[in-house]
């Protein structure tokens, strides 16, 4: 609970659906509170591209209360505590997110950890279109083979928006009336 650098990290992931290299390696220079944006900087994305990404009410949250810790010589957002001139280390947020699984009875599940956030972020959005613009990923095929958790909801759903396109399928008897028998050369299946 007092670990600003966890609460700030998971919050990000869990909103902007960003990778935690990229969160990790997040500058001042990156955080454009009056525009409501933030850059994700090519050197830091896994796919080496440059984005610009609005702030979420949850992100812009976190990242203020960040800013009431800002280091006066260090540029990152996360700074770390022993080593100079680097990121706050994944080891580090890693075994906060642990304890705070721990806290809150929570079994810890391997992939679950800050990628987890990001394939969270998906499945609340559940369009695949938007989902990836959203994270920055290009890849719709990724974004549904590895973010997109397929839920009984969804299914669901699924059967409920075809059966209402195709109808209620009618019965024999609503067909031909109450009495009628299926003809020669017909199935009654």
Known sequence: PQHWRARGAIALCGSLGARINA??????????????TLIWRKEWD???????????????????ECLAHRHLTEAWVFWAVRTRGRPY????????????????????LPGRAFHGLR???????GDLRAA???IGDSSLKVVAG??????ASDVETGRLAIEG?????????????ADATPSEGTSSA
């Open 23 to 36: 969160v990790l390696h997040l500058t001042w220079d990156d955080v454009d509170f009056a525009a409501g």
């Open 46 to 64: 896994k796919l080496g591209k440059e984005r610009v990404q609005p702030l979420t009410t949850r992100a812009r949250a976190a990242l203020t």
């Open 89 to 108: 280390a994944y080891q580090s947020l890693h075994y906060h997110l642990t304890e705070a699984e721990g806290r809150a009875h929570v079994t810890h």
């Open 119 to 125: 394939r969270m972020v998906v499945g609340d959005i």
């Open 132 to 134: 990836a613009a959203w």
């Open 146 to 151: 590895s973010y997109l958790k397929q839920r």
């Open 165 to 177: 396109m195709e109808g209620v399928p009618k019965t024999n008897e609503e067909t031909n009336g």
